[in-house]
């Protein structure tokens, strides 16, 4: 080991690594170029409070090999950055930023150009228009040195003004339009982003995923670390990088929901000196700190830094998606694991044309964004399958989906989501972000199952109704006999206390039971 | 997007990330830490040719937080590389050789460190002997620049020539016994491993795995990539870096299973000039080189480079392990993905104590590695799934593992196994991979299916017999009167035949069916 140790450049290391990112086969590897590119485009677009107006087109231009185009109505990017942004891997504007995007890791697009140059040896050409200048450009990767190579650049007036990027790869890849397709993975989006407007001029023709709300989202704003599930190792750093003069206003400061006196009171707990300096804290009293900030009692972190998919919004999602005749969803508020918010929803929609005995269909979400692989391997299903659903009137085998006829929405909003992979395809199972997925499952799981019983009882009640009615001749015949009255008019009087429901309305709960 | 572009450190992106090294929650964390020292050492003493030696401590020193120490009798690291090799990530000396080893990405043990320093602010201890001095080092990892910072280093003289390497972290953690442990990762190891000698003094005692076999497995040798699978853009960059003079000696120095003539061949088929230079091949010349490399009639990688787990080595593992009446194990001949050699073996456990009726228990190991976590998202797993186990006589629904008496043993060898992420815990299914892992099942299953027909004729017979036998004296009475001879004598002479095997013995086949 001595002798041959060496640095590797972290784009070698995804190149051989691709899976990671979501290139292991060509269909994935097509899906998820268009994913990065549609990302990158609708973060700019709502950063920049530009409703979005994308188009993709996808063309085989030889067997298993694609051109493709994705444009957008964004900002644009500045010629100087440009090459950056797109072709060197662990760069990106967001990475540092607690604020809730699509893309944060400064790997996604780098990803798709990588995947490009390596199974076609082709460039990347990019037209980004900010306003000023138009700038062409013709981008690789040097895979050795992770730094951009500039094929060309050519700079052009913009007297029209025009803005927006157009980003073009040719790529080995291969088109579906079953599942976990494109097609899909669009319509998904089309749901949770219902403010843009989406085009895709596929190799089977053109669809069009209109814009359902004219109005963007409300920004999400940038926040400070919640104290809660910070850890040591960070809280240590912070300490030794801060300018602030004494341990009161580091916490003031540095951290969401501590207010003065919460920092007082923490340092006094902590049994640390609350005006010495950050940086000549011991290791013993970050530690004494370090556990007083996890146990203070604190407010949740602000919701304004994140974009959640609202209760409305996802019954609004799922009935444009989905022939039911019962929708519920259920926003929870905000919590936190290691000190990053996050806040789960969720939607259910049952009945209707949804299959009655097949394994419930699962939709789940990140920021917006749909995850359409790696379902198995997300903490989303398995809090879906840690839930039980028998309680709410589903059938269910130990260890599986639910079987009925259910879909199960789920998005988690976070400024920072824990993805399993840089491929961003399934949640990792944080025991804190499993716990509010269970808390939102159960609580729509509650409301289901009213309209469950519900849906029971109409029925059964409904069954009852026409089974008397099937007897009420020979019963008003047996009455004639008994009562003397007349059997049309005994008929009559059966029949209207069956529709003011007197008779059988009640059954259900015991009480009433006639037979 | 424009003005706060900005570089991100690999250590900081894995600190945000930290479940993509397996540091999710504390049970797997500290299975990691473990996991990662033990791959650390024993690829260290496979390489030098050392038996290995190797003890593992776990002890609560508070609640959730333990001290572990890993140490074995390797070479030990020189003191001016240590450093780089435990507080920097993405260096190693494995990355750029193809040869099959444990680690190789330059990820694993920098994980553990950066885990350690995270939950408790704490430095690693490392004490290295390398035969000459020891070095007694007190590590972290500048997190926010990439680079180690060594709190302290003494180095001692060395007059008994100790060498091997003793590392100390401590982290917050959750001991377990059960399924998912630690326990359990050490003794599927050693069942992987059977020329180490691993001592685990663990929280509730001491557990020994000895040594079963005295001698190391032949040392892998390193390789070029396989011509067929390699990547147009892996292509390009060789071209452009070779200092080879012409094609046909680029071809035949540059990959494994080309000769000269082959490599005539090759240029020939592609119209590309043998005596070219291969910095001057143009864009299309390249191209059809590539095309022809995959096309074109190659022998197999070479075995070398491949310590597979061998049929021998894997019935004596799972006979170890399990208490069963058959036992099978398929090695396959190596075989390429994206240039890399690989070559899987399989095995099955079958009937004796196995539970009858519950899932069958799969085994996964990668380079001699158990893998613990990610089941549902592994190609092992795919692959078994996608396997009809019905044909081999066990049940399965579909889209599930079979369910009988089974236990299924996968183990990958390659140069470079593509795990779905940096924590190694499952493998992507790329196709080839996946076809050969089928394979190799159908093979062992078909052999299987023969031991399972057999058992089920043997168990039906012996059915047979028992309800004959019960029905001897009634027979017996019936032929007395027909045939005049004794009732004792015709049951005699009954119970002969049935002995013999030949009234009931056969029917199983159909045609001399008799009841």
């Given at each position: 080991?001595?002798?041959?140790?060496?640095?590797?450049?972290?784009a070698?290391?995804?190149?051989?690594n691709?899976?990671l990112?979501g290139?292991?086969?060509?269909?994935?590897?097509?899906?998820?170029?268009v994913?990065e590119g549609m990302?990158?485009?609708l973060?700019?677009?709502?950063?920049?409070g530009i409703?979005p107006?994308?188009?993709v087109?996808?063309?085989?231009i030889?067997?298993d090999?694609?051109?493709?185009i994705?444009e957008?109505?964004?900002p644009?990017?500045?010629?100087?950055?440009?090459p950056?942004?797109?072709?060197?891997f662990l760069?990106?504007?967001?990475?540092?930023?607690?604020?809730q995007?699509?893309?944060i890791?400064g790997?996604g697009?780098h990803?798709?150009?990588?995947?490009?140059?390596l199974?076609t040896?082709?460039?990347?050409k990019?037209?980004s228009?900010?306003?000023?200048?138009i700038?062409?450009?013709?981008?690789?990767?040097?895979?050795?040195?992770?730094e951009?190579?500039i094929?060309s650049h050519?700079?052009?007036?913009?007297?029209e003004?025009k803005h927006?990027i157009k980003?073009e790869f040719?790529?080995e890849g291969?088109?579906?339009?079953r599942?976990?397709?494109?097609?899909?993975?669009l319509?998904q989006?089309?749901?949770a982003?219902?403010?843009a407007?989406?085009?895709?001029?596929?190799?089977?023709?053109?669809?069009?995923?209109e814009r359902?709300?004219?109005?963007?989202?409300k920004?999400?704003k940038e926040?400070k670390?919640h104290?809660?599930g910070v850890e040591?190792g960070i809280?240590r750093?912070m300490?030794a990088n801060t300018d602030k003069?004494?341990?009161v206003l580091?916490?003031?400061?540095?951290?969401s929901?501590?207010?003065?006196?919460t920092?007082e009171?923490?340092c006094?707990l902590?049994?640390?000196?609350?005006?010495?300096?950050?940086?000549?804290?011991a290791h013993?009293?970050?530690?004494r700190?370090?556990?007083?900030?996890q146990?203070?009692?604190?407010?949740a972190?602000p919701?304004?830094?994140?974009?959640?998919l609202?209760?409305?919004?996802?019954?609004e999602?799922l009935?444009?998606?989905?022939?039911?005749?019962?929708?519920?969803?259920?926003?929870?508020?905000?919590?936190?694991?290691?000190?990053?918010?996050?806040?789960?929803?969720?939607?259910?929609?049952y009945?209707?044309?949804?299959?009655?005995?097949?394994?419930c269909k699962?939709?789940r979400?990140?920021n917006?964004v749909?995850l359409?692989?790696?379902?198995?391997?997300?903490a989303?299903?398995?809090?879906v399958?840690?839930?039980?659903?028998?309680?709410?009137?589903?059938?269910?085998?130990?260890?599986?989906?639910?079987?009925g006829p259910?879909a199960?929405?789920v998005?988690?909003?976070?400024?920072?989501?824990?993805?399993?992979?840089e491929g961003?395809?399934?949640i990792?199972?944080?025991?804190?972000i499993?716990?509010?997925?269970?808390?939102?499952?159960?609580?729509?799981?509650?409301?289901?199952s009213?309209?469950?019983s519900q849906r029971?009882?109409t029925r059964e009640s409904q069954?009852?109704k026409?089974?008397?009615e099937?007897y009420?001749?020979?019963?008003a015949?047996?009455?004639?006999?008994?009562t003397d009255?007349?059997?049309?008019k005994i008929?009559e009087?059966?029949?209207?206390?069956i529709?003011?429901?007197?008779?059988?309305?009640?059954t259900?709960?015991?009480?009433?039971e006639k037979s």
């Amino acid at each position: 080991m001595s002798d041959k140790i060496k640095e590797i450049s972290i784009a070698e290391f995804f190149e051989k690594n691709r899976h990671l990112l979501g290139y292991e086969n060509q269909t994935k590897a097509l899906l998820t170029v268009v994913k990065e590119g549609m990302e990158n485009s609708l973060d700019a677009c709502e950063e920049a409070g530009i409703l979005p107006e994308i188009h993709v087109s996808l063309k085989e231009i030889s067997p298993d090999r694609f051109k493709i185009i994705i444009e957008d109505n964004g900002p644009g990017i500045t010629a100087s950055k440009l090459p950056y942004a797109f072709a060197k891997f662990l760069v990106g504007s967001k990475f540092y930023r607690l604020r809730q995007s699509r893309g944060i890791q400064g790997i996604g697009i780098h990803g798709a150009v990588l995947y490009s140059q390596l199974t076609t040896g082709k460039p990347i050409k990019i037209t980004s228009s900010t306003g000023k200048s138009i700038d062409e450009f013709q981008l690789m990767i040097d895979v050795t040195k992770n730094e951009p190579k500039i094929i060309s650049h050519e700079s052009h007036r913009n007297p029209e003004k025009k803005h927006g990027i157009k980003v073009e790869f040719e790529a080995e890849g291969k088109y579906i339009e079953r599942q976990q397709s494109i097609l899909e993975y669009l319509k998904q989006t089309a749901i949770a982003n219902s403010f843009a407007n989406i085009i895709f001029d596929g190799p089977n023709g053109k669809v069009e995923f209109e814009r359902g709300v004219q109005e963007l989202p409300k920004q999400p704003k940038e926040i400070k670390p919640h104290p809660h599930g910070v850890e040591v190792g960070i809280l240590r750093r912070m300490l030794a990088n801060t300018d602030k003069k004494n341990v009161v206003l580091f916490l003031r400061t540095g951290f969401s929901r501590v207010g003065k006196g919460t920092a007082e009171q923490i340092c006094k707990l902590a049994k640390v000196d609350a005006g010495k300096k950050p940086k000549d804290l011991a290791h013993e009293e970050i530690d004494r700190l370090h556990k007083t900030m996890q146990l203070v009692k604190l407010i949740a972190p602000p919701t304004d830094c994140l974009s959640p998919l609202t209760e409305h919004l996802i019954v609004e999602g799922l009935k444009k998606e989905i022939d039911a005749e019962f929708f519920v969803a259920i926003e929870r508020s905000p919590s936190v694991y290691r000190g990053y918010p996050f806040q789960v929803s969720v939607g259910l929609a049952y009945g209707g044309k949804i299959p009655e005995n097949e394994t419930c269909k699962l939709y789940r979400f990140a920021n917006k964004v749909p995850l359409l692989y790696h379902q198995a391997g997300c903490a989303i299903t398995e809090s879906v399958i840690e839930t039980d659903w028998r309680r709410y009137g589903l059938s269910q085998s130990s260890g599986n989906m639910p079987v009925g006829p259910l879909a199960i929405l789920v998005h988690i909003a976070s400024v920072w989501v824990p993805f399993t992979s840089e491929g961003k395809q399934a949640i990792a199972n944080y025991p804190d972000i499993m716990k509010e997925i269970k808390l939102a499952l159960q609580d729509a799981g509650r409301k289901l199952s009213k309209f469950v019983s519900q849906r029971r009882r109409t029925r059964e009640s409904q069954l009852r109704k026409e089974l008397f009615e099937k007897y009420i001749p020979e019963l008003a015949e047996s009455l004639e006999k008994l009562t003397d009255k007349q059997k049309q008019k005994i008929i009559e009087e059966l029949e209207k206390i069956i529709k003011k429901g007197g008779l059988v309305g009640k059954t259900e709960d015991g009480s009433q039971e006639k037979s």
